[in-house]
């Protein structure tokens, strides 16, 4: 029972009692029909407390329930995903070219190898085996030197931009596999080569 309820009942108890208690001021004596009628007024007023209290309740569940509601009907925002990475593998592991008796990284080496970078972050279960070439013009030993430190100037590259080591194998054919046979400079241009072989 609420206190405004609560109160109201015991007002109007005392009243009766003040009413009925044949000590009170007046001494006048009630006849049994008006007790009644007062016992029967006390016990309606004290129902419509009741009544009170329950529709109080029961509209207090209802506005609980809605906020309730309210919150399980809230949309959660949907998580956006970035788009996929595309990359063009074929352009992207093009051989890298050195000049003649270097290793050495050019500028457009570099730009490439950067987005190499990008597509081993972006799928972690790849590895490289970067082949080193050379042309023919110096001795077989010292073209296999030649051969493993361009391979190892790519590796090395990458890992500066966080590629893990152990995703790189290193290998010098020297100047045994040349893309092109002619002895000429165009193809000792092509056979002067850093060559990727991708493990997936």
Known sequence: MSKKSLITAVL???SAWLILSPGCASKKKLGEAEVARLRQAYEDSLQRAREADRLALENQAREEKVEETVIEETPVPEKI?????TFNEEQLFRN???EFDKSDLSWEAREQLNEVAKYLKTLMQVKLTVEGHCDERASIEYNLALGEKRASSVKNYLTTLGIEAFRIETISYGEERPLDPRKNEDAYTKNRRAQF????
């Open 12 to 14: 109007f108890l005392t």
């Open 81 to 85: 995903e970035a788009p996929a990475v």
């Open 96 to 98: 890298i070219l050195f």
């Open 197 to 200: 072989l991708v493990q997936k």
